[in-house]
């Protein structure tokens, strides 16, 4: 054992320290497509307390450090560019409050999304949360960190905007509450009528901190839901018809999907419309002002709803749709991955243009999916395309299209989400100096020593 090994194994005992090569070689990569980097060691904390004598260990030794919830960013996160500590947060995943009146609960770090959900579930049935579709292992707080987005994102925003505090162990070793959590017993609030320092964290991939407690909000959990799909050939009407779905203010979840298979769903863009009610008059209220709302693109036969059959429903109104996971295998070797830049809602048919034309050029199967984010306020459109990892040349092209997204993304006037290191550069290149700088001079006071998450967000000058 080396010292270091060691150090942390009287930090978390023997069991949850590793220097092992086959530990290493999973710890080396996510499901995406960048390049295995292999971290030095493997911890998996359980309180708070050992990720503070952790983080103060690699602060004194220099020793990078790199939060890990269930690695499913896809874009090479939680991969140790420099080595160093993952810190696993799988065993941090106490439900620690639900507060049904005030309605919030507070989670440890390393908390799943299904296991918030079963627990509501189970105990708190007229409450849920923000659920995205990645695999339920993913875990709450990196799906904050990252800016993620869920179920209730077209009503609420992202899912970072629907929290209600942290706690974040610092650079130093230290932890920070932030929110009301920083005065009272009460977690109502991240920031407001103080200054939000959510900030300081949220977007910074753990190179700030590492997040071990959330506030996370909760809202009311309609009884029944359903859901209609408004089909149309005219990507170039899909912003409006956004922008009357979503003046109904009845929509719980919008998604668009274009993709060329199965064949039924060829040559057609897909408007998804997730809605719930608490009885059958409101939820047959809801459809018909949903339905109404499209009645002019109706008459000038530019769509139509389709009607969807009860067998397609399950999978539709799953929570994670696990049928998501699926399309990694639609190209037979089980790898997709894809670039989702924040982008405006009059960008979709550009959006949806570019991923023919890529698709194209490289010969990659592919699937188009904007998810509305706000009332019409923004997009996340997700360039995703799927490659057999057993082919070097397959995965190569793919590449190069994700690259070619990142171009035209930049390009149409959108932010990259959950950046790839390359993205990050690129984004801190276009960046307003002044703002360069304001990251810069945040980054250098909070983690002076460069040892969290490094490589990314590294200014590296202004
Ligand atoms: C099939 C599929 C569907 C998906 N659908 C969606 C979707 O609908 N919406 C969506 O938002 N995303 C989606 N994703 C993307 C991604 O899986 C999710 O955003 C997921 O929530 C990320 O969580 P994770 O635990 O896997 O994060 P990780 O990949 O483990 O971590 C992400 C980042 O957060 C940092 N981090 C992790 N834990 C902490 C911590 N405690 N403190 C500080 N930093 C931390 C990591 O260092 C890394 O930089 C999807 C992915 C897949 C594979």
């Known amino acids: 054992m080396t010292d270091i090994t060691q150090a942390l194994a009287g930090i978390v005992g023997e069991a949850y320290v590793s220097n092992h090569p086959e530990e290493a070689y999973f710890y080396a990569r996510d499901p995406g497509l960048m390049p295995p980097h292999a971290p030095d060691y493997v911890v998996v904390p359980k309180v708070v307390e050992e990720i503070q004598e952790i983080v ?12 890990m919830g269930a690695g ?27 507060n049904e009146t005030g309605r919030h609960a507070i989670v440890e770090g390393g908390t799943s999304q299904g296991l918030l959900k079963s627990y509501l579930e189970k105990h708190h049935p007229r409450l849920r949360h923000s659920i995205p579709d990645s695999p339920a292992t993913a875990t709450i707080a990196a799906n ?22 942290l706690e974040v162990v610092l650079a130093s070793g230290q932890v920070s509450r932030i929110g009301s959590c920083a005065l009272s017993p009460d977690w109502f609030s991240k920031g407001a009528p103080l200054p939000d320092l959510t900030g300081l964290f949220l977007g910074w991939f753990g190179a700030t901190g590492i997040i ?29 018809m956004i922008y009357e779905l979503t003046h109904t203010e009845m929509v719980e979840d919008i998604n668009v999907f274009a993709q060329p298979k199965p064949m039924i769903f060829k040559d057609n863009h897909h408007i998804t ?6 009885t059958d008059e409101e939820l047959e209220f809801k459809r018909k002002t949903i339905w109404h709302s499209l009645d002019r693109f109706i008459r000038n036969k530019d769509g139509g709803f389709m009607g969807v059959p009860p067998v397609m429903k399950p999978t539709l109104l799953d929570m994670p749709q696990r049928s998501v996971s699926r399309f990694a295998d639609v190209t037979k070797g089980g790898g997709f991955e894809y670039s989702g830049p924040i982008i405006m809602v ?3 048919p550009a959006c949806a243009q570019k991923i023919l034309e890529l698709a194209e050029k490289y010969d990659l199967g592919y699937s188009g999916m904007a998810r509305i984010i706000g009332r019409s306020h923004a997009m996340m459109y997700g360039f995703a395309f799927t490659f057999n990892r057993a082919d070097p040349d397959m995965m190569e092209r793919t590449r190069k299209a994700l690259h070619e997204v990142s171009v035209f993304a930049l390009e149409a006037g959108g932010i990259f989400w959950k950046a790839t290191v390359d993205e990050q550069r690129m984004a801190m290149e276009k960046m307003d100096p002044v ?3 304001l990251m810069k001079m945040i980054k250098e006071q909070m983690d002076p020593n460069g040892i969290m998450n490094p490589g990314n967000w590294e200014v590296t000058e202004v």
């Open 56 to 67: 103060s260990l690699a602060n004194r030794e220099k020793i990078p450090v790199v939060p």
């Open 212 to 240: 071990t407690k959330i506030g996370v909000k909760l809202y009311p959990k309609k009884k029944l839901r359903d859901v209609e799909i408004f089909l149309t050939d005219r990507a170039d009407l899909v912003p409006d």
């Open 346 to 348: 009059d960008k979709y």
């Open 72 to 98: 499913l960013a896809l874009t090479g996160l939680v991969i140790p560019l420099k080595g160093g500590i993952v810190i696993d947060m799988k065993r941090m995943t106490r439900i620690l409050k639900v």
């Open 273 to 278: 419309l997730f809605f719930t009610g608490d």
């Open 144 to 165: 904050v960190m990252i800016h993620g987005q869920g179920r209730l994102t077209q009503q609420y925003g992202f899912n970072s905007d629907m929290i209600t505090g």
């Open 435 to 437: 703002t360069l700088g």
